[in-house]
């Protein structure tokens, strides 16, 4: 009992002294995570800062003015290259009835040409 009762205690105090081990262990690892998750809120928040800065640089940028004047623009554009087009088209359809004429007067040029160099035809 004696030898029981000395333990005893000892015991005890290894027991608490392996919980407060756990526990400072775990508050260690809590307090090193809660610095990185405010290292990283910083950068966060630095980073929106940051964009935010770059979405007031572009509104600065485009005045309602000039917005207005580049999409005047940009439809102008757009018209010129629809004449353009149907301009481009034109000329092809043009090119095309001009090769066919040609083809045509190279065969009956072909063909006189022919009737010119028979022999029966001096007569």
Sequence with gaps: MAEAGES???TLAEQDDEREATWR???LNAGD???TA???ILT???RVCELRGEIRNLRAEWTEEAIQRITTENTTLK???RQLTAGNRTLDDRL???RSNLRFQDRRLADLEARVAEP???T
């Design 8 to 10: 005893w205690p000892r």
């Design 25 to 27: 262990e775990r508050a």
């Design 33 to 35: 995570a809660l610095k």
């Design 38 to 40: 405010h290292a990283e």
């Design 44 to 46: 966060q928040r630095t």
């Design 79 to 81: 018209q010129r290259v």
């Design 96 to 98: 095309q009835a001009a």
């Design 120 to 122: 029966g035809s001096a």
